[in-house]
């Protein structure tokens, strides 16, 4: 018994030119993919149909500094399935000013081979 094939279409992000790709799925098989102008567009759609990752970016709470937030993000994409869990985790941080752009917030996020990183300076109040 075949399994009928089934067109999923998806805008590539990966790149500005927000290409239409089409991938033909056969169950869980991915037959062609079309639509893509580069291989990243590929790449990018297999990956969204086998193992969909996010880059999480949000803020944290700040004590003694100018700013009470400081904006963070996740230096590599994690599992789409585990955002929540990860902004739990980083919600449940609080850091003390000063801050430093770059500096790593939280390392190895939920064991998701991600840090959170810092990505504005937060002075301390003088």
């Known amino acids: 018994m075949s399994m009928e094939i089934v067109n999923k279409t998806f805008t590539c992000i990966v790149c500005p030119r927000g290409c239409t790709v089409t991938a033909a ?31 999480i970016a ?26 929540f869990d990860v902004i739990r985790a980083i919600h449940s941080v609080t850091l003390q000013a000063p801050v430093q752009q770059g500096e790593v917030v939280l390392e190895n996020v939920l064991g998701l081979s ?11 109040i003088k």
């Open 58 to 83: 949000t803020s944290v709470r700040v004590t003694g500094g100018q700013a009470p937030l400081c904006s963070v993000r996740t230096a590599q994409p994690v599992p789409k399935a585990r955002i």
């Open 114 to 124: 991600s840090n959170v990183i810092a990505t504005k300076d937060v002075d301390a």
């Open 25 to 55: 799925c056969r169950g869980d098989e991915i037959t062609a993919v079309t639509g893509n102008t580069c291989a990243k567009g590929e790449a990018y759609v297999r990956q969204e149909l086998t193992a969909p990752q996010r880059t």
